[in-house]
T-cell receptor, first 116, second 113 residues
Framework: SAVISQKPSRDICQRGTSLTIQCQVD?????MFWYRQQPGQSLTLIAT?????????ESGFVIDKFPISRPNLTFSTLTVSNLSPEDSSIYLC?????????????FGPGTRLTVL | AQSVAQPEDQVNVAEGNPLTVKCTYS??????LFWYVQYPNRGLQFLLK??????LVKGSYGFEAEFNKSQTSFHLKKPSALVSDSALYFC???????????FGPGTRLSVLP
């Protein structure tokens, strides 16, 4: 398994500002994912972040709004830019240790963002 | 493309009774199936997975799931529910070709004392 921490755990931000969320893993991992989850709802994949390459964004998500960094195999950041109330959500970091198709995906505790 | 359905938004069960949370899937190749649980204000926790072999998979906290290829289902079960099992449960699938996991909409389980 993997132990994943996220900072901050929650934040309240003003419209038009940005929030950067950090994800730290206790071991080196190949694949990292960023998800968005409305409380009590399912997960929506924002992007896949692999070290040494550009993040791959899902339909409906763009780099200008959600820039991602992946400087090494244990760390990633997601920035939510130009915040609006519609960005209020829980943001989850997730990892897979290796590229084996049967490998399990593990999740961080999430960052709860409220935009006023 | 992969997809996952969890036909019940909410499942209510009395403590001590058996519980079932349903999941059906659609994939192009061999399915790799996962169950996760999410407690309030927490991230998702891995419960169990089916890769190959025995159709009955045992996981954490006394949960098990049965893979049924003909019905394309992977229902989560527990013989005796606890109040502490009350949470949001997600089924997920990955196939031979996909890099990503596809999650179902989630089922909220309430175990009543």
């Amino acid at each position: 398994s993997a132990v994943i921490s996220q900072k901050p755990s929650r934040d309240i931000c003003q419209r038009g500002t940005s929030l950067t969320i950090q994800c730290q893993v206790d071991s080196q991992v190949t694949m990292m994912f960023w998800y968005r989850q409305q409380p009590g709802q399912s997960l929506t994949l924002i992007a896949t972040a692999n070290q040494g390459s550009e993040a791959t964004y899902e339909s409906g998500f763009v780099i200008d709004k959600f820039p991602i960094s992946r400087p090494n195999l244990t760390f990633s950041t997601l920035t939510v830019s130009n915040l609006s109330p519609e960005d209020s959500s829980i943001y989850l970091c997730s990892v897979v240790h290796a590229t084996g198709i049967s490998d399990t995906q593990y999740f961080g505790p999430g960052t709860r963002l409220t935009v006023l | 493309a992969q997809s996952v359905a969890q036909p019940e938004d909410q499942v209510n069960v009395a403590e001590g009774n058996p519980l079932t949370v349903k999941c059906t899937y659609s994939v192009s190749g061999n399915p790799y199936l996962f169950w996760y649980v999410q407690y309030p204000n927490r991230g998702l926790q891995f419960l169990l997975k089916y890769i190959t072999g025995d159709n009955l998979v045992k996981g954490s906290y006394g949960f098990e799931a049965e893979f049924n290829k003909s019905q394309t289902s992977f229902h989560l079960k527990k013989p005796s529910a606890l109040v502490s099992d009350s949470a949001l449960y997600f089924c997920a699938v990955r196939d031979n070709y996909g890099q990503n996991f596809v999650f179902g909409p989630g089922t909220r389980l309430s175990v009543l004392p």
